[in-house]
């Protein structure tokens, strides 16, 4: 099983950057799917999660209504559309897939190996 986060990169802040993640090796249907970031000397935090059919989604205070997070289930695709960046969203973004109690908390089966945003000021 393997998940391989792409789309980050260096934007200044009030830009847009889109991430995605592809899984393989088996069928994540009936899983949830999140992103979560990790900034230099901090803990990973939640970042946002949707359910097995994309209809419900889930997101932390700090990037509400300038996140979005979509997935096509048949593709085994997750992505997250970042709009209106900010410095502080400088982080290191991975997606993650599994099946936890709360969606927000890190307990996911499967983890992809990040990828870099950085925001300039």
């Known amino acids: 099983v393997q998940l391989q986060a792409s789309g980050g990169g260096l934007v200044q802040a009030g830009g847009s950057l889109r991430l995605s993640c592809v899984a393989s090796?088996?069928?994540?249907?009936?899983?949830?799917m999140a992103w979560f970031r990790q900034a230099p000397g901090k803990e990973r935090e939640f970042v946002a999660a949707?359910?097995?059919?994309?209809?419900?989604?889930y997101y932390a205070d700090s990037v509400q209504g300038r996140f979005t997070i979509s997935r096509i289930t048949a593709k085994n695709v997750l992505y997250l559309l970042m709009n209106k960046l900010k410095p502080e969203d400088t982080a290191v973004y991975y997606c993650?897939?599994?099946?936890?109690?709360?969606?927000?908390?890190?307990?996911?089966?499967?983890w992809g190996q990040g990828t870099l945003v950085t925001v300039s000021s």
């Open positions: 090796g088996r069928t994540f249907s009936n899983y949830f």
């Open positions: 949707v359910n097995w059919s994309g209809g419900s989604a």
């Open positions: 993650a897939a599994g099946r936890p109690q709360s969606p927000r908390t890190p307990m996911y089966d499967y």
